[in-house]
Nanobody
Framework: QVLLVESGGGSVQAGDSLRLSCVATGSTFINYSVGWFRQAPGKEREFVAAISWSGGRTYYPDSVKGRFTISRDNAKNMAYLQMNSLKPEDTAVYYC????????????????????????WGKGTLVTVSP
């Protein structure tokens, strides 16, 4: 089992940057793919980014591609989400998640189904972007 705790959320202005962090404890972190999701008020949870267990491959939806970067440091059991050029529509609670599935499977799940492909979830961190 993996325990995930996010940090780094806050209130910023449009155009600013934020870096979210996720620390994992409990199990061997390198065994898991990692994803970031978000949920805005009144909306369904949305996929934001995913990274393979090694960190060598990543995937983003068009809504954040070119602005967000996911990374991980397996030696520190950490994952990150660098968010640049933030927009008011990026306002949401951001969740870190881990999966025993490989990245290709996760991408198939998030792009073709309503599922997330994730096994473990953090409690989330709030990001608010003002115009």
């Amino acid at each position: 089992q993996v325990l995930l705790v996010e940090s780094g959320g806050g209130s910023v202005q449009a155009g600013d940057s934020l870096r979210l962090s996720c620390v994992a404890t409990g199990s061997t972190f390198i065994n898991y793919s990692v994803g970031w999701f978000r949920q805005a008020p009144g909306k369904e949870r949305e996929f934001v980014a995913a990274i393979s267990w090694s960190g060598g491959r990543t995937y983003y939806p068009d809504s954040v591609k070119g602005r967000f970067t996911i990374s991980r440091d397996n030696a520190k059991n950490m994952a990150y989400l660098q968010m640049n050029s933030l927009k008011p529509e990026d306002t949401a609670v951001y969740y870190c998640a881990a999966s025993g599935r490989d990245l290709q499977t996760i991408v198939r799940i998030v792009t073709t189904t309503t599922g997330t492909g994730m096994d473990y979830w953090g409690k989330g961190t709030l990001v608010t972007v003002s115009p």
